[in-house]
């Protein structure tokens, strides 16, 4: 398995899938889960509804697919990451941060996908520690090779540096 981290827009990366870290609603939001919407058009809402009709919200730590709508993925598979609370229930979230990613892959081996782009879940407004999430990033997709090409695909400087430096360690 290839692994790479690249800065960019997750939205503009041509792979198989993407994932989207999306809240439990699945409706859409802000960060990259707006954009993923917006970009990919209403059949990715579409979708959702009807992911959310037939099992209510999606959980934190589970994942989902759908149609990627107008972007050059195949499709997409929404996640929801864990809401860093200061570290009160820290390896909690740290396994279900660990989780999106396993669950997301293994999504993605089951639909016969050989590329998927990750962006930096539960970073951004969820407010889970940028070091530690590279770290549970990085970790669990090597401990789940069962693709042939995974991209981190930070969107800032900042995760940006924190990959490549975990990815240049190893």
């Known amino acids: ?15 198989d899938v993407i994932v989207n870290a999306t809240n439990s609603s699945l409706l859409g939001g802000g960060g990259v889960d707006g954009a993923i919407h917006r970009v990919g058009g209403s059949k990715i809402l579409e979708d959702c509804q009807k992911i959310r009709n037939r099992q209510g919200k999606c959980k934190t730590g589970e994942a989902v697919i759908t149609t990627a709508g107008n972007l050059p993925a195949k499709k997409v598979i929404h996640t929801v990451g864990p809401v860093y609370n200061g570290g009160q229930r820290l390896e909690k979230e740290k396994e279900l941060l660990a989780n999106c990613y396993k669950n997301s892959l293994e999504l993605a081996k089951e639909n016969n996908f050989k590329s998927i782009a990750f962006p930096n879940i539960s970073t ?13 990033a990085i970790k669990t997709v090597k401990e789940n090779t069962v693709l042939e090409k995974v991209i981190f695909v930070c969107f800032d400087d900042e995760n940006y540096k924190i990959y490549k430096n975990y990815l240049e360690k190893e």
């Open 1 to 15: 398995m290839k692994i790479e981290v690249i800065q960019g827009d997750i939205i503009k990366v041509e792979v």
């Open 124 to 136: 951004g407004i969820y407010k889970f520690p940028r070091e530690l999430a590279a770290q549970i």
